[in-house]
């Protein structure tokens, strides 16, 4: 990378403060096939790389006192919470602390937004209002959401763990819902709900094993 940057009109008349970088190939030219003299080429440049990180979108955090802060949705409320950052971009932030992977957190949240106010959810692509309602919590073994309000005519999930011995255990959800418009919603969205619906779990299911398993490695205080 050049030590200087230079200025260049664009060919809107814009003026631009350019560094020239010059980069040279891993390989050697003669397995570079798909590239020759004077070709326009796009590259991806990585400054940082890091493993099992947990990202978070910049316009989630805002500062609360001396310190990062996001909305959290718990329980179908939204819960302020501080975090650590450990380096950030325009576009998302490396999280220390705070923040467990898969939590779902308030994008660009307005002034108006408390801790505990209640949160709603716009799904699909016509961002349909969904209101769920946690119920029947019991800490360490289960709970149930029940829509209050949204799409299907009756939406149930039922996240019970089942013990698997003194340190292990099954995440198990138990899912039942109803289309309105009965057999005619049941045609028109039933194959597609539960195609997503099991890409959605396995997602879950497997970002919560390895929350897990890097929990397990870590050294305990």
């Known amino acids: 990378m050049e030590p200087a940057a230079f200025t260049k009109v664009s060919a809107l008349g ?7 970088v010059v980069l040279d190939f891993a390989e050697p030219l003669d397995k570079v096939q798909t590239i020759g003299d004077g070709f326009r080429v796009e590259a991806h440049i990585v400054t940082f790389r890091a493993e099992d990180a947990i990202k978070a979108p910049v316009g989630a955090l805002f500062r609360h006192g001396k310190d990062w802060a996001a909305f959290v949705v718990e329980d179908g409320r939204a819960r ?33 937004l408390e801790d505990g106010a209640r949160v709603t959810f716009r799904v699909g692509p016509v961002g349909l209002l969904w209101v769920a309602e946690h119920r029947d919590t019991i ?29 292990a255990c099954f995440l198990l959800d138990e899912i039942t819902y109803e289309f309105p418009l009965g057999w005619l919603g049941q045609m028109i969205a039933g194959k597609y709900v539960r195609r997503k619906l099991e ?23």
């Open 80 to 112: 302020l919470r501080s975090v650590k950052l450990a380096r950030r971009n325009g576009a998302e932030a490396m999280v220390e602390g705070g923040l467990a992977p898969g939590e779902t957190v308030v994008v660009y949240p307005s002034d108006a």
């Open 14 to 20: 814009v003026e631009e403060q350019r560094v020239n």
């Open 199 to 221: 890409r959605l779990f396995d997602w879950r299911h497997r970002v919560t094993a390895e929350a897990f398993e890097r929990g397990a490695e870590s050294p305990r205080g």
């Open 139 to 167: 800490p360490g073994r289960q709970f149930r959401d029940v829509q209050i309000r949204g799409p299907f005519r009756h939406w149930e999930h039922v996240h019970r763990f089942l013990a698997d011995g003194p340190d």
